[in-house]
């Protein structure tokens, strides 16, 4: 029998590593007080989606994993914003930053439809 691939760990993994970019992206801003505030947010967002994603997996109830993939969809819209300001303040070249805004792009449509279909799915419960 084939095993089939697993969609949540595929995104565990996933989220995973938008994390260590976002770590080894922060790693290599310039020395400057902009590159470092901004840095510090998105460093702070980029990991935490993975984080809370990582929580939500371990929810005790549909309402904790709710709240938790909810706060993850956030911190995805989040990151995109610094990345963004990143690039438009030009901080970073969009060749450094290109492929991060479009994966959190990707990451936060992936949540958002989990938060939806988790809501949805606890309504009828109810």
């Known amino acids: 029998m084939e095993n089939k691939p697993d969609k949540e760990t595929d995104l565990n993994k996933r989220l995973y590593n938008f994390a260590l970019k976002i770590v080894l992206l922060v790693r ?3 020395r400057e007080l ?52 990143l690039r438009d303040s030009r901080i970073v070249k969009e060749d450094q930053v290109k492929e991060l805004i479009n994966e959190s792009i990707e990451i936060g449509n992936i949540l958002g439809k989990s938060v939806k279909t988790a809501k949805e799915r606890n309504k009828k419960r109810i």
């Open 28 to 30: 290599s801003l310039p």
């Open 34 to 85: 902009a590159a470092h505030e901004i840095g510090r947010q998105l460093l702070k967002a980029g990991t935490s989606t993975a984080a809370n994603y990582e929580e939500a997996r371990g929810g005790f109830s549909k309402e904790d994993f709710i709240y938790k993939i909810n706060t993850a969809f956030k911190e995805a819209k989040e990151t995109n914003f610094w990345l963004r300001l």
